[in-house]
């Protein structure tokens, strides 16, 4: 039975979606229902997913491999390891939330919501398991597919158009680099399967080159500065549920890409491109939390300490010891917590006041306590407070690159100074002080469907950080492997 469970978890929702679209006659409470009820079950799948895997194996788990181009020894190649397995439990995690934020929220096209949304978890799981380069190139531009749907369609605001296209060309145009350099490793080896391709050693100067194409694929998807200029508009034009799935899951693609790819496949050119990343990474974590504070859109406050915190996991990615890959794993992880729930929670806000920009905003303590009590939580999670799932990684991180540079050590602690700057600058000026009577109305609190969502953020965020050893049990020993992988 264990052999099928991984097929499942990628089929369930691909099927629940044609069911939806082939039922003429299902209501819009209906094919909510059955997408809820769906993704539930697949999440149920991935734990047991998680439960049936051995964590003292170091090779892939849950193997299994159709024959598709065997012509041209391209075959679909599926595996799991104790990497991809946490992002697949991140996405199937969140689906059900984001399904449940468009029972409020959306009110037109609500098939074609959710089907877009089982779809988009369907292709993500795929990029999580696969273990062909172009299967996962296949996978990883379908996404930007109901990506681009969800943002043009169910966006809040007139620039959502804009903001799709500009999503859609940016990853779009930089992934074609990594399509040219699937090619050439493709004609060199004379197949795309990971495994096969891990013992083929490329020349110096060839690594360079495919090193450099990968990296334009992964950082626009990350992102890192200055390929991030897509980020912040896309997050404001989407809706909730978009900018939740984008944080949670999307932008750990790149990370993912890294740890995947660019580092096991490509090793000396790594090596050779450490200063680059350093210099690109740290500059990030300043720039983009300055930039941060200076925000007027609850949104963007939000999307560009999402830059921040991801050039956190690049520089633990590239420490390349097993500190700082676990950390910068934990921090992606808790970032698509975190992150998803602090969009959840402007969201909640626009729901009532069908604005975000902050100057609207005062005293919602007086008018609405639950909520800014949960709010409070998740925004000491996002600077990092010892007990949140981002403390563990960020302590990781730092003390990895301590290890290697302490000048860029010092200036990534920068960003935590910072964050804290703007993290509670932004809760002060929204929850505090009189209420602003000329633009907000006093509103009920949260509801129980809006508390649903945000508990289970909220025990995870704890769990991971109190007890992460779960997590890093389950990743250490494919971690250990990169490692030696990089630095033979």
Known sequence: ?????????????????????LSSNLSSDTSRNISIWSSMLTFILSIFLWIGFNKDIAGYQYMFNLNWI???????????????????????????????VGYQSVK??????????????????????????????????????PMFIIIGIWGSRERKIHAAIQFFLYTLIGSLFMLLAILVIYYSVGTTDIQTILNFEFSYERQLILWIAFFASFAIKIPMVPFHIWLPEAHVEAPTAGSVILAGVLLKLGGYGFLRF????????????????????????????????????????????SVAHMSYVTLGIFSLNIEGIEGSILLMLSHGLVSSALFLCVGILYDRHHTRIIKYYSGITQTMPVYSVLFLFFTLANISLPGTSSFVGEFLVLVSIFNNNTVIAFLAALGIILGAGYAMWLYNRVAFGKINVNYINPFKDINLIEI???????????VMGIYPSIFLDTMHLSVYNLVELVSY
Do not use: H, W
Not at 3 to 11: D, K
Not at 118 to 130: A, Q, T
Not at 453 to 459: A, G, N, W
């Open 1 to 21: 039975m264990s052999s099928y469970i991984l097929p499942l978890v990628i089929v369930v929702p691909v099927m629940t979606s044609v069911v939806i679209l």
């Open 70 to 100: 065997g012509t041209s020894n391209i075959n679909l190649s599926f595996g799991i390891d104790g990497i991809s397995i946490l992002f697949i439990l991140l996405t199937t995690f969140l689906t059900p939330i984001c399904l449940m």
């Open 108 to 145: 037109d096209y609500v098939k074609e919501y959710v089907v877009a949304f089982l779809i988009m978890e369907s292709m993500m799981i795929l990029v999580f398991s696969v273990l062909d380069l172009v299967l996962f190139y296949i996978s990883f531009e379908s996404i930007l597919i």
């Open 262 to 305: 660019s580092l096991p496949l490509f090793p000396d050119a790594t090596i050779y491109f450490i200063p680059l990343v350093y210099s690109m990474s740290v500059i990030a974590v300043v720039y983009s939390s300055l930039t941060t504070l200076r925000q007027i859109d609850l949104k963007k406050i939000i999307a560009y300490s």
């Open 452 to 462: 649903s969502m945000l508990i289970p953020l909220l025990v995870m965020v704890l």
